[in-house]
């Protein structure tokens, strides 16, 4: 018997498999892990550098056209959500509509999507830490303080290290204090970026806003390719439906939701800091910092690393969470070794392979440099986003999965299309090196599916 690559799993043994996990999140909740994924420390850079390279005081336009594109993928991925309401997120859709092949690239992706960005964030916020401990005179010593490398002193960096394995430790301890410790930093960062909003509003000049469009509507829509990669990271949500009360009203809520409320959030940044200051002089590291120092409010540039930091915790517990949820379902389905896909009887939950995600992204976060690495994150979300798009059109041909009462993508087939071909678009902005990177990546994944996923494959038990 020849290979069958293109072999499909069925539904109802994905739901069999996904019941013992415990039903405890609703739409707030969804949102909250949804926001805390997309808005990092991106708002507080993004905007201002746009504004100056890119858009002008047009960078708002340039956010709501990302958006724009953002909502298509967005309503595809609430589709998927309401239809197969299980643990996996894309990697599991494209093994029900596509076939294993597909499903294993698509997990495979996301593994790398999902690990890096924690990775790189934990050392963004090891960053933020030791510089706001030093302003009260403590000090990490410099050993301790970057990744191995010997030539220049260091050899570890804890601070990434130490977060990475808290926030796991209380992921470990349950998901419903997680989802509440959670909660409580998206409205502390929230109400942050809120109280910059508000305060910048009275240092607004007019004269800031001439002229809108410095340049033109091309420099909009050239801003609009980068401030699309600072949307990123809503699809997490959908990683969580097997845990949620209701999935067919809850997840599209949960998707759309973190889209619609970052959106709001990263125009009225832009709207407010083009106005405080011209946007000729907002090219520098950090644009609203900078801005609240040129109007004497030290006080809030304070508040803003402080929210910075929390930016980056939601992230990071928010993407630790996703990431063990995949793993969980690969080796769910055999693809990876099946102890990853066992769920612990008291809390729930997948332990192991939450313990070995954290394992391997404070090794990465510790010890390895990751600048030029990060752009991969941008590869796999972009390859996941594409081929969930497309996917609709499978999905509804399905007769067996029904999605009765289900949030349905509006203007079928025109709108999963276009999401598809705007995702494809978005990927020929990325560079050459990330392309060789990803070649890497896939074809260590495809050789690791050929070993070993093929043929321990639950589908290939059935098989036989």
């Given at each position: ?50 504004a ?69 964030v934990?050392?963004g ?79 607004i ?69 083009t ?22 409010q ?23 969470y ?41 090794t ?51 709108i999963?299309?276009?999401s ?37 494959s ?5 098989q036989?």
């Amino acid at each position: 018997m020849g290979l069958n690559i293109f072999r499909k799993e069925s539904l109802d043994r994905y739901l069999g498999a996904d019941k013992l996990f415990v039903k405890t999140m609703n739409a707030r909740d969804l949102m909250a892990i949804g926001i805390g994924t997309v808005i990092g420390t991106g708002i507080f850079i993004l905007p201002g550098t746009i504004a100056a390279k890119q858009a002008g005081p047009g960078v708002s336009l340039s956010f709501l056209l990302s958006a724009i594109v953002c909502a298509f993928a967005a309503m595809c991925y609430a589709e998927f959500a309401s239809a197969l309401p299980v643990a996996g997120s894309a990697y599991s859709y494209g093994n029900v509509v596509f076939g294993e092949f597909f499903g294993w690239l698509l997990g495979w992706a996301l593994i790398l999507e999902y690990m890096l960005a924690v990775a790189s964030v934990s050392t963004g916020w090891a960053a933020y830490f030791n510089s706001f401990i030093e302003s009260f005179g403590l000090k990490i010593p410099h050993a301790l303080s970057g990744p191995f490398d010997p030539a220049h002193g260091t050899y570890i960096n804890i601070v990434a290290v130490v977060i990475v394995l808290l926030i796991t430790v209380m992921l470990s301890r349950g998901l419903q204090s997680s989802v509440r410790v959670n909660n409580i930093a998206v409205v502390i960062k929230v109400a942050i970026i809120l109280i910059f909003i508000i305060a910048g509003l009275f240092f607004i000049k007019p004269k800031n806003y001439h002229p809108f469009l410095p340049y033109h509507m091309s420099g909009v829509i050239h801003g609009a390719t980068i401030g699309f990669f600072a949307y990123l990271g809503f699809d997490c949500v959908s990683s969580s439906a097997a845990e949620v009360k209701n999935p067919k009203h809850n997840m599209p809520l949960g998707i759309i939701g973190t889209l619609g409320i970052v959106t709001l959030l990263y125009m009225g940044v832009a709207v407010v800091l083009t106005g405080m200051v011209k946007y000729t002089r907002l090219d520098v590291a950090n644009p609203v910092s900078y801005a609240l120092q040129l109007v004497h409010q030290d006080w809030l540039a304070e508040l803003l690393s402080i929210g910075a930091l929390v930016g980056m915790f939601t992230m990071m517990v928010a993407m630790i969470y996703s990431s063990s949820r995949l793993i969980y379902a690969i080796g769910r389905d055999g693809l990876l070794p099946a102890f990853l896909g066992k769920l612990d009887k008291k809390s729930h939950s997948p332990q192991v392979a939450l313990w070995i995600v954290a394992v391997i992204i404070a090794t990465m976060g510790g010890l390895v440099s990751l600048d030029q690495l990060t752009s991969l994150v941008n590869i796999g979300t972009l390859f996941a986003f594409t081929l969930v798009s497309f996917g609709i059109i499978p999905l509804r041909h399905r007769k067996d999965i029904g999605n009765r009462g289900g949030f349905k993508v509006p203007l079928y087939p025109v709108i999963p299309i276009l999401s598809g071909l705007l995702c494809l678009a978005m990927m020929t902005q990325l560079q050459l090196e990330t392309y060789i990177g990803a070649g890497i990546w896939f074809t260590l994944g495809i050789i690791i599916y050929f070993t070993y996923g093929y043929w321990h494959s639950k589908l290939n038990d059935k098989q036989n």
